[in-house]
């Protein structure tokens, strides 16, 4: 059993700590925020992802999992830190590296023995050297210490899988000893290891998060050629994805990509892009696309309702930036939602889980109990997450209770074909649009 300091309670610290403990190791996890320590002692999670819950409760219960707000008291015994704390944008889309200083800061001030620190937040290359000045100049008396670059590739949604079932495991330092102490403990995993460099193991999680961002930016792309050339883009994307040097990931034409980690990493890329002297032309146009894609959805709202939402009351399904997740960060559907309300219209919601979140986040939308509550009443229904409960509503029901039966269909999860049949009029994304209902 391996002793391990997990710094930050949130999406990748909690899922990094559950999954570490569940493979066998002692995990004490450590936040300075009160009200999560708080939570995860009372046995309540501050974030949804499947399975998560069940993971934590097992190994709290086997005595694997511990919980501090006492830096001292996490990193005591401990062989390895984990820094897993947020870097958010910041005004001109660099990563904003408060929390990572504050927790090398803390980790120097309090180490008591040698330690290996790894970075598992995203952060702009070159943090890794600055980890280890920061740490040296902040503790009280020499004592050893590694710096290792360990970047996180979790899906919220399906992170455990991610954890336990990774394409690889990228190790970036300039102790190749450290590096290789690091690659035991994802030995029970059985994914192919890469060790490198600090900057380049950087390097890597970024590239990876922006080619991923452009797949999505060209596909929406695509897709609006095809409205108005009569292609359907499911289809597009299905032809393309059979050849193997393109394959079918990532190619899912709709309302844009969001949450905590694509918007992010390639804002922060085309900075550090920018301030080195470059002109990142192709990281800058898949921001724009993506930013167009939000407001293509507003704009065929207002197309379909006669020019204008003033007035009318639109009903959104999904508030989530994807399924099975709660979190709204950087969410398509709530730039949409705000974009309605701004124009003057009634905005009606409903989603399994990410409400509160959005409530917090756009206070103006009206919260409802199911899909058919949101739909009562309502001239269109905006289809913007995917969740899988979405696919099979009972569309007669929903056609019957709305004011006019118009379903923008933000994801293609509709057979269009069916729903006017049913006497809907449908807008999908890229679905050869002809001008006929």
């Known amino acids: 059993m391996r002793k391990l300091c997990v710094v930050g309670s949130g999406y990748v610290g909690l899922v990094t700590g559950a999954c570490f403990a569940d493979l066998g190791n002692e995990v004490s996890l450590v936040d300075i925020d009160e009200r999560k320590i708080e939570m995860l002692l009372a046995g309540n999670m501050p974030i949804y992802e499947p399975g998560l819950a069940e993971l934590v409760q097992r190994n709290s219960a086997a005595q694997r999992m511990h919980f501090s707000t006492c830096y001292a008291e996490a990193l005591e015994n401990a062989e390895f830190v984990f820094i897993c704390v947020g870097t958010p944008s910041g005004v001109d889309g660099e990563a904003d590296l408060q929390y990572v200083r504050a927790a090398a800061q803390t980790i120097a001030e309090t180490m008591r023995h040698p330690l290996i620190v790894i970075n598992k937040s995203t952060v702009p290359v070159g943090t890794g050297d600055w980890t280890r000045e920061i740490i040296t ?21 399906s992170a455990i899988a991610d954890f336990l079932q990774p394409d690889r495991t ?12 690091v690659a035991e403990l994802y030995t029970p995993v059985n994914a192919p290891v890469v060790i490198t460099d600090l900057r380049t193991a950087e390097m890597i999680k970024y590239a990876s998060n922006a080619f991923l961002a452009t797949r999505i930016s060209f596909i929406n792309e695509i897709s609006i050629i095809c409205e108005q050339l009569g292609a359907d883009v499911t289809e597009v994307a299905r032809g393309m994805g059979f050849d ?4 079918p990931h990532f190619l899912e034409a709709g309302i844009g990509f969001g949450g905590s980690c694509f918007p992010k990493d390639v804002k ?12 990142p032309q192709l990281l800058n146009a898949v921001m724009e696309i993506n930013a167009f894609q939000r407001r293509q959805i507003t704009l065929k709202a207002r197309e379909m309702l006669g020019g204008s939402v003033n007035g009318r009351t639109l009903a959104i399904l999904g508030l ?13 559907s709530l730039t949409v939602a705000r974009s309605l309300l701004n124009q003057g219209a009634l905005v009606k919601a409903y989603d399994p889980v990410a409400m ?18 949101a739909a009562d009443g309502s001239d269109a229904l905006l289809v913007l997450t995917p969740w899988n409960e979405f696919k099979h509503l009972d569309m007669r029901r929903i056609h019957s209770s709305m004011a006019q039966a118009i379903v923008i269909d933000g994801r293609n999860m509709y057979n269009p074909a069916e729903l006017r049949k049913l006497g809907f009029a449908y807008r999908g994304v890229g679905r050869g649009y002809n001008g006929e209902g």
Not at 142 to 152: K, L, N
Not at 244 to 247: A, H, L, S
């Open 137 to 157: 100049s902040k503790q009280p008396q020499p004592i050893d210490f590694s710096v290792v670059s360990c970047p996180e590739f979790l899906r919220e949604g």
């Open 170 to 181: 990228v190790l970036g330092s300039t102790d190749r000893a450290a590096a290789e102490s």
């Open 244 to 247: 193997k040097r393109i394959g």
């Open 268 to 279: 922060a890329l085309a900075n550090m892009a920018q301030t080195h002297g470059m002109h």
């Open 320 to 332: 989530a930036f994807k399924q099975n997740t709660d979190d709204t960060r950087e969410s398509p």
């Open 356 to 373: 509160e979140n959005a409530s917090r986040d756009l206070p103006g939308i009206q919260l409802c109990q199911s899909p058919y509550d």
